[in-house]
């Protein structure tokens, strides 16, 4: 059952010139855990990620390892980049190259559309280019270089030389949209979080130049319909990926039922989908994106993941050790999102040991062990509440909706921290209940199975709540427990309902559940 909304995600679609690190699976796993819980809710849910396939850096990594532009994005896409979403057991809707034929024939039509509306000019360009962002620099994102590079002007990002392109190209008239888009800011939730925005409406209040759009030194790109000698500028090519995907140019009907949808990102990239991409929309007579929400930066050794810096982590590094659900959990629970965080193998091993092993893993073990040895495996009924037990049921709810008012502002980590005052509660509960000394006094059975009974019916809610966090682990909790049978599968449980007491039904027979979080062996 559907709750009527529309609730369209996206990642940034990533530029495949390297292997992916963990920057790149944080992006990925935030976004799928969003689109989860509002699938799960019942909303009409897309998540779309992809990857970013044209431009002169891709054109020449291409040539350095001798092959074609598109050999080269093929082996890329299918050794390095499909195999990260069943890494992080990612469940995205849809994945969008932009070497497909769907997203060049809809990027024509949608620069067609802007130049026919009198919004793209010809016009001469001399400007410090760099490769590596793909980016015209500012004076403010220039600096001198050093050692090698003395005496030039180098990427404040990369440290490496720009490029002096003079070239005749064709530019969006930007400029024009500066009024539009800060009247567009003034809805504080369009660009989160406060941070993002106030950035992003320092940068506009600043002024706006056009944008030049097109290339014309090289030739891997989209053609700009008109004209072909010029490609389309890639970051142009990029960011329309967010409306071919879902039929713009092509399919009316379903472009209406998507449109328009959220978008994630890393902050260094936050002014091209705050200004550029709106501002694009805006020309083409289209409603602009539901929101922009940044996020900070993963932080190794105090610096932001850079391969060319050796700081790159594979995902693989940590799932092959931890497994998918750690990751997800704890990239998603240590770091507010929307803030830059530090990681640390320490910090990971030890979170995972106190939170995830001992913290859930242990709750789950041990109830499910006990209506096992003291009631033959079937949940029992609960009888009178004492305040006690009501406090857990209170608990509950209020966890379930804080998480899900968390999750509409995209703090994902504020979610998860609601979520766990129901773990915290219920080893508080167990501990003070003593469920292994009533089971000596026959006279205390029927307050055993209240107990045991409010901490299987308390687990049915994690699992639920925690479902789009760490799918593999609480669907096999959601076994264990018997609901599977009863309830139905877990990612059809409605999540605004999850804090609803009394769902998990007496006489359920639960099943033998093997650690969730299996103890790791530190080196």
């Known amino acids: 059952m559907t709750s009527g909304h529309s609730f369209y995600i996206t990642t940034p ?33 897309w998540m779309l990620t992809g990857t970013d396939e044209h431009g002169q850096k891709m ?7 001798g092959a074609t532009p598109q050999e080269w994005v093929d082996k890329l896409v299918t050794e390095s980049w499909f195999p990260l979403l069943q890494t992080l057991n990612v469940a995205n809707d849809d994945f969008i190259r932009t070497t497909q034929p769907r997203h060049e024939e809809r990027v024509q039509a949608f620069v067609q559309a802007i130049h026919d509306r009198g919004y793209i000019y010809a016009g001469e360009f001399e400007a410090l280019y760099c490769v590596g962002c793909e980016e015209f620099k500012t004076e403010s994102e220039i600096v001198d270089g050093t050692g090698e ?32 888009l800060l009247d567009l800011y003034k809805n504080t939730d ?25 290339r014309s030194t090289f030739d891997w790109g989209i053609k700009v319909p008109w004209d072909d000698s010029h490609v389309i500028y890639v970051w142009v090519d990029a960011l329309l990926n967010y409306a071919t995907a879902i039929g713009y140019g092509a399919d009316d009907e379903e472009f209406g039922r998507r449109w328009p949808g959220h978008h994630v990102v890393g902050k260094d990239i936050l002014r091209f989908h705050a200004v550029i991409w709106p501002a694009m929309l805006m020309a083409a007579g289209l409603e602009v994106p539901r929101g922009v929400f940044a996020h900070g930066w993963l932080l190794v050794g105090g610096e932001k993941m850079s391969k060319s810096k050796l700081t790159g982590i594979a995902p693989t590094e940590i799932t092959d050790v931890f497994g998918s659900d750690a990751y997800r959990f704890y990239f998603l629970s240590a770091i507010p999102f929307g803030h830059d965080g530090s990681f640390s193998w320490e910090d990971l091993s030890a979170r995972y040991q106190a939170e995830l092993a001992n913290g859930f893993g242990n709750l789950a073990s041990r109830t499910i062990a006990m209506i096992e040895r003291y009631f033959e495996g079937i949940v029992p009924p609960a009888g009178t509440y004492t305040d006690g037990d009501l406090e857990i049921q209170r608990i509950t709810a209020d966890a379930a909706t804080t998480a899900d008012a968390a999750v509409d502002r995209f703090r994902i980590d504020e979610a998860i921290t609601a979520i766990w005052t129901i773990v915290d509660a219920l080893n ?8 292994w000394a009533l089971a000596k006094d026959d006279a205390q059975r029927g307050r055993l199975g209240t107990v045991l009974y409010t901490a299987a019916e308390g687990l049915r809610a994690l699992a639920a709540l925690l479902s789009p966090v760490m799918p593999i682990a609480t ?46 062996e530190q080196a």
Do not use: M
């Open 59 to 65: 054109l020449r990594a291409a040539a350095a390892n």
């Open 149 to 180: 590079f003395e005496g030039l002007k180098v990427c404040a990002i990369h440290s490496k030389p720009l490029e002096l392109l003079q070239e005749k190209n064709y530019f969006f008239k930007l400029s024009e949209f500066q009024d539009a």
């Open 13 to 45: 679609i990533y530029y495949p010139s390297d292997v992916p690190h963990i920057g790149h699976g944080y992006t990925t796993v935030a976004v799928d855990t969003l689109a989860r819980w509002h699938r799960q809710s019942g909303d009409d849910t």
């Open 475 to 520: 669907e096999k909790l959601w076994i264990a427990l018997g609901a599977a049978e009863t309830l139905g599968r877990l990612p059809d449980q409605p999540l605004r309902e999850a804090g609803t007491w009394g769902q998990l039904r007496p006489g359920t027979s639960v099943n033998g559940l093997a650690p969730l979080f299996p103890r790791v």
């Open 190 to 214: 369009f660009v989160r979080p406060d941070s993002a925005r106030n950035e992003v409406v320092s940068f506009v209040k600043n002024g706006l130049k056009d944008l030049s759009i097109s």
């Open 428 to 435: 508080g509960y167990i501990t003070d209940n003593e469920p």
